[in-house]
């Protein structure tokens, strides 16, 4: 996917954390907008799908594990439906104010959900994301990376589980190559953390990569 600088007129910085169910994107998440609070900056902690009140409610539906099928095709135009609203009410205008924007998953996670797990076209992919992002992408994005079994194990911990959640380990596995395919194709924005690591372990290593980055 095309990760090319955005040419959209913000002073803010768009960080994005990645990564298959369990591997703690949700306590990074927080842990990092604590930490860069500390550092004078406004930052949005946001998350996809959803954000706002209107995609959130398309996350609902996409999320909820009714007995209605929803279609590869019609999920995949879920996620960017949400994605546009998410953008235009809450995202772009929070870069544009020179906020620091968080956000847990955003498109890398449609290429590897809908796309390398749902067995989606990646060029359709590319076409909604030019459609809907124009040329907005992360200026940085966390990949948090661990054994599949591991991220399960830790999910069924927690109990109640959603539409994905409650997938085949083989679908999985495909998401995680997709992941690992993008972090091939883009290290310069896409940084790889080990997530099997203990909590405080994987948050050392995403500060030093985020002082690097205030560098």
Known sequence: MNSKKQILNYSGKFITFEGVEGVGKTTQCARLRKYLEQQGKEVVLT??????PLAESIREVVLDR?????????????????????????????????????????????????????????????????????????DLTLLLDAPIELGLERVAKRGESNRFETEKLEFFNEVRNGYL???????????????????????????????????
């Open 47 to 52: 998350r996809e799908p959803g954000g706002t």
């Open 66 to 138: 009714e007995d209605e099928a929803i279609s590869s095709e019609a999920e995949l135009l879920l996620m960017f439906a949400a994605r546009a609203v998410h953008l235009s009410n809450k995202i772009i205008p929070a870069l544009e104010r020179g906020a620091w924007v968080i956000c847990d998953r955003f498109t890398d996670a449609t290429v590897a959900y809908q796309g390398f797990g749902r067995g989606q076209s990646l060029e359709f992919i590319q076409i909604l994301a030019e459609n809907v992002q124009h040329s907005l992408w992360p």
């Open 181 to 215: 395919h993008l972090h091939k194709l883009y290290p310069e924005r896409i940084k790889s953390i080990n997530a099997v690591q203990t909590i405080d372990q994987v948050t050392s290593d995403i500060f030093k990569i985020i002082d690097s980055y205030l560098d």
